[in-house]
């Protein structure tokens, strides 16, 4: 069954952080050299996207917690898998290979768990984060004018990821934790030409990050004007992840579920960071939060962001069982701009 059949009959489960559950392992600087990366010049401790490549038994044993406990949908280990956001790291030539391979080991658990649950098919999004510099704001505060990249280098950089996660096999693509939409306009500009290169075309989720209690993205989009920036794109779903927890998120998702022609996705943090950066939130008190958005039919696909584990999505997955989906909602026949 594919995932815009399985959307349609129950609300699915994405899961939940990756870098929560890497930290457990607390790893050093010779669990992210490969062979070829022995005598770098940089340091790679805390690059994560080289998991797959130097500890792929890690990051597939956390793939498969997520899906032992209930995950529907798995994201790929490649928030900063291009080659934009390698740079930092000297790591740009092997960007494709961290796609790829990252894709092969997230399809490889949920194909385990499809065979062991066949009335419970398991899907692999591949994840495409926000890269560290942004296309609508300056870094340089004497400078205002001033961008560190340009819409055409972003798309490119999209593109290169986009066609390495579909070689790695993923059922859709998920652009997340979008601070900047002009950034995620050129991931989408992006995946179209990933799409012509590869001849083929899987669905597309969005997920954007209002940033703050204003109830804006970094770029300063309401979410209302957020969805209207990426609707001229046939996208999958749209949603919300990051930056808050779900109680600060509902009303940003509300916004979003009326007036969205597209399924909503949300997945909020574990609560808002503690003094020490830590999150609280336990997963009976994130669950029942959560709870509100299914009573209030917003939902589509709901799972977790920083400071979930395993034990967080179990409680979400056994909690969303018991709602139906959300209604798509009619688009708006008036222009909006």
């Known amino acids: 069954m594919k995932v815009t059949e399985a959307i349609k009959q129950r609300i699915l489960v994405l899961d939940g952080a ?62 900063s898998g291009t080659t934009i956001a390698q740079e930092d790291y000297s790591c740009e030539h092997l960007v494709d290979e961290i796609n790829i391979k990252s894709a092969q080991i997230a399809k490889a658990a949920a194909d385990k768990y499809t065979a062991l649950t066949p009335d419970k098919p398991r899907y692999v999004a591949g994840s495409m984060g926000p890269t560290n510099k942004t296309a609508s704001i300056s870094p340089n505060v004497n400078d205002p004018g001033y961008r560190a990249i340009d819409f055409d280098t972003l798309a490119e950089a999209y593109r290169q990821q986009a066609v390495g996660l579909m070689k790695g096999g993923v059922d859709l693509l998920l652009v997340e934790t979008v601070f900047d939409t002009l ?12 799409f012509t290169e590869m001849g083929s075309e899987i669905p597309v ?49 509300q916004v979003l579920a009326k007036n969205a022609p597209f399924y909503i996705s949300a997945h909020p943090n574990a609560g808002l960071p503690n003094e020490f950066g830590a999150y609280d939130e336990t997963p ?54």
């Open 205 to 253: 989720m969005v997920s954007g990050t209002i940033t703050d209690a204003s109830g804006r993205t970094l770029s300063g989009q309401t979410a209302e004007a957020f969805l209207i920036s990426i609707s001229h794109f046939p996208l999958f779903s749209v949603g919300l992840n990051c930056a808050l927890g779900a109680s600060q998120l509902r009303q940003y998702i």
């Open 183 to 194: 950034n995620a306009k050129a991931a989408l500009f992006g995946i179209e030409e990933a």
């Open 18 to 79: 990756m870098g929560t559950m890497i930290q457990r392992y607390k790893l050093e600087e010779e669990d992210f050299r490969t062979p070829e990366l022995k005598h770098h010049e940089k340091s790679l401790k805390g690059n994560n996207d080289l998991i797959g490549l130097s500890r792929p038994e890690i990051l597939a044993a956390i793939h498969e917690e997520y899906l032992a406990a209930g995950a529907d949908i798995l994201e790929t280990n490649t928030f």
């Open 284 to 337: 009976e008190f994130m669950a029942k939060q959560i709870k509100e958005f299914l009573d209030l039919g917003l939902i589509n696909i709901i799972g977790g962001c920083c400071g979930t584990t395993p034990d967080h999505i179990q409680a979400i997955a056994e909690l969303a069982a018991k709602y139906e989906p959300r209604k798509m909602a009619s688009p708006a026949l008036s222009t909006v701009l």
